[in-house]
């Protein structure tokens, strides 16, 4: 069973940096694995930040473009999240997802999408 773990959450003052991590585990050879980062602010809905897929290509939201990086160690199945800049407005619950894909993946019965439970960033002004 894929299982995601994220940390790196916390409070800080606008202007300050954060990083976030996430650990999978449970991967499988059988499956490729894109993995991403989201947020949720309160009464809010959940909104895309930033992805870094199987190959390594990365993409992310223009809302955080300049501020926010993704990168990934393969090596640990981890990826990152350097927040840097932060703002009142990135206040949220961040989440990171894993999309499971491919051939084999789907007979065996492993892909999907798997979410992990969050870390809560809070920025004060």
């Known amino acids: 069973q894929v299982q995601l773990v994220e940390s790196g959450g916390g409070s800080v003052q606008a202007g300050g940096s954060l990083r976030l991590s996430c650990a999978a585990s449970g991967f499988k050879a059988a499956c490729r694995y894109d993995m991403s980062w989201y947020r949720q602010a309160p009464g809010k809905e959940r909104e895309f930040i930033s992805m870094?897929?199987?190959?390594?290509?990365?993409r992310i939201a223009d809302s955080v473009t300049g501020r926010f990086t993704i990168s990934q160690d393969k090596a640990k199945n981890t990826i990152y999240l350097q927040m840097n800049s932060l703002k009142p407005e990135d206040t949220a619950m961040y989440y990171c997802?894993?999309?499971?894909?491919?051939?084999?993946?789907?007979?065996?019965?492993?892909?999907?999408?798997?979410w992990g439970k969050g870390t809560l960033v809070t920025i004060s002004s």
């Open positions: 997802k894993t999309s499971a894909s491919g051939g084999k993946c789907s007979l065996f019965g492993r892909a999907g999408d798997y």
């Open positions: 870094v897929d199987s190959r390594g290509a990365t």
